[in-house]
């Protein structure tokens, strides 16, 4: 018996299968989940019988978790937002009413699993003081095929740049670049996980909605303006990521923060909560991202 190490392991995504990129990722727990059927009725024993269990419905899904690099990050994109990118400094890539499908190959050392249909459920940027941009993926799909070790593509982990970190962000918010020790973004785009209908896997992976949320926490001291600021209207707010060349720049529509009053933490500084969730207004949608090179 040999262990299978996930050090090892392998992460693969493209449109197309076989994939043809590869990523670094740092844990991922997608699976399918099979849910039994269990028929056994009164039988005059306590002692249920195989013979009335059949398999039902196939749920696959789970999170991948990377702090990419950006390259990566462009990969990554596309898949979360929807829209096919445009231009070529900065590329954008837009919101759009769609989601692109992609097969996601991940190598288990073992065995190598691949899921078709994976749409992007909800995507979580988050970022803390002193540490790397974190892109949390949570997944959808719809089949999962298991072929041997050493099935995974030879494919290369692009090098050319290191990941962001929250050292390269600046958060501009009513047009204040603010201090701030977190942020979070989140993308969720509101998955049908239930359309199964007459089959065992869903038939198609669909969007009911969406939600653009925005987090991040202020010295109070420092920023008591913004507390009540946004009302309804909302804000305008921008996250700009420089790493290098490399410019990530997160442009919201409107962000409307209701108010959250600050508290005393103890022996501690007094940070302001700033939670909110961004809107279209007018023909900008809640959330644009382009990536340039200077």
């Known amino acids: 018996m040999t262990a299978a190490i996930a050090t090892l392991g392998q992460f693969g995504l493209d449109s197309s299968n076989p994939v043809t990129k590869r990523l670094d990722y740092m844990s991922e727990n997608l699976v399918m989940r099979e849910v039994p059927i269990d028929a056994n009725g009164l039988r005059g024993t306590r002692s249920p019988n195989v013979d009335r269990v059949r398999m039902g419905l196939r749920y696959i899904g789970g999170t991948i978790n990377l702090q990419p690099n950006p390259v990566e990050t462009g990969l990554l994109l596309e898949w979360i937002m929807g829209a096919s990118p445009s231009g070529s400094g900065p590329v954008t890539y837009a919101l759009a009413d769609t989601l692109p499908s992609r097969y996601v190959v991940v190598d288990r050392v ?18 803390n003081q002193g540490q790397a941009l974190e892109i949390s993926l949570d997944v959808v799909g719809t089949t999962e095929t298991v072929g ?84 309804a209207g909302g804000l305008d707010c921008v996250a700009t990521f420089t790493n290098g060349v490399y410019i990530l720049t997160m442009t919201f529509g409107k962000v409307v923060i209701p108010r959250t009053t600050p508290m005393s933490p103890g022996r501690r500084e007094i940070m302001l909560p700033l939670e909110g969730k961004a809107y279209k207004t007018g023909s900008t949608r809640e959330l644009s991202i382009a990536l340039a090179t200077s």
Do not use: H, Q
């Open 148 to 231: 041997n070790a050493g099935t995974f593509p030879s494919l290369s982990i692009d090098t050319s740049a290191g990941p962001w970190i929250f050292s390269d962000m600046a958060i501009s918010l009513n047009s204040s670049t603010l201090t701030v020790r977190e942020c979070e973004i989140v993308v969720d785009n509101v998955i049908d996980r239930e359309r199964f209908f007459n089959s065992n896997t869903l038939t198609t992976v669909e969007t009911l909605d969406r939600n653009v949320f925005f987090r991040t926490m202020v010295p109070y001291g420092d920023w008591t303006s913004l507390y009540g600021a946004s009302g």
């Open 110 to 127: 073992a065995k190598v699993f691949t899921y078709a249909g994976c749409k992007v459920d909800k995507a979580t940027f988050r970022c």
